[in-house]
C-alpha cells in the first residue's frame, strides 16, 4: 500500500516576503556646525527608485569625527501620493558617506514597514558657501537608494 503526503509551501505575500528599492536621490546638502554631533550633514530634496516611485526626502545625520567617523540620523521619504517611510540613519564612512538606514515605520502602506536600505555613496558637486580655507558649507547630494522594505500594508 502506497500513501502519498502531499505538503504546500506557505504562501508568502508580497506585503512579507519585502520589496525591492533600487533608484536615486538628489538634492541640496550641506554640513552645519550647530546642531548634534561634531558637525551635521543636512540634505533634501527628490527620489526616483523602483518600489517606492518618486518623492521627496529630507535628512539630518550627526557626525562624530573622533576615534571614528560615525554617523547617526534620521531620514523621512514621502512619495508623491503621501505615504512617509522613516528611518534610523547609522553607520560609519568616509568623505562621500554611505548611510546605513534601518526602516522604523511610516505612514500610510508604510505603518508597520521595517527593512533596511542603503543611501550613498552620497558624490557632492556644484559648491556654494566656501570659506577662504576652502571647505564649503553646502553642495548637491546625488546618489543611489538601494535595499528591501518588508511589512509593507496593502
Not at 527620489?47 to 569625527?65: D, M, Q
Not at 553607520?91 to 522604523?104: H, L, R, S
Request: hydrophobic content about 40%.
Amino acid at each position: 500500500m502506497m500513501f502519498m503526503l502531499g505538503l504546500a509551501a506557505p504562501r508568502v505575500s508580497a506585503a512579507t516576503a519585502g520589496r525591492k528599492v533600487d533608484g536615486t536621490l538628489t538634492g541640496p546638502g550641506g554640513f552645519r556646525v550647530t546642531g548634534c554631533g561634531d558637525v551635521t550633514k543636512i540634505g533634501s530634496g527628490t527620489f526616483h527608485a523602483a518600489g517606492l516611485g518618486n518623492g521627496t526626502y529630507p535628512f539630518t545625520v550627526c557626525i562624530e569625527v573622533f576615534p571614528v567617523i560615525t554617523f547617526d540620523g534620521t531620514i523621512t521619504l514621502t512619495t508623491a501620493g503621501g505615504a512617509t517611510l522613516t528611518g534610523a540613519i547609522g553607520g560609519t564612512g568616509a568623505p562621500e558617506p554611505t548611510f546605513d538606514v534601518v526602516i522604523t515605520g511610516g505612514a500610510k502602506q508604510f505603518a508597520s514597514a521595517a527593512g533596511a536600505l542603503t543611501v550613498g555613496p552620497l558624490v557632492e558637486s556644484d559648491f556654494t558657501n566656501c570659506g577662504p580655507n576652502l571647505i564649503c558649507q553646502d553642495w548637491r547630494d546625488t546618489g543611489p537608494i538601494t535595499g528591501t522594505i518588508t511589512r509593507i500594508s496593502p
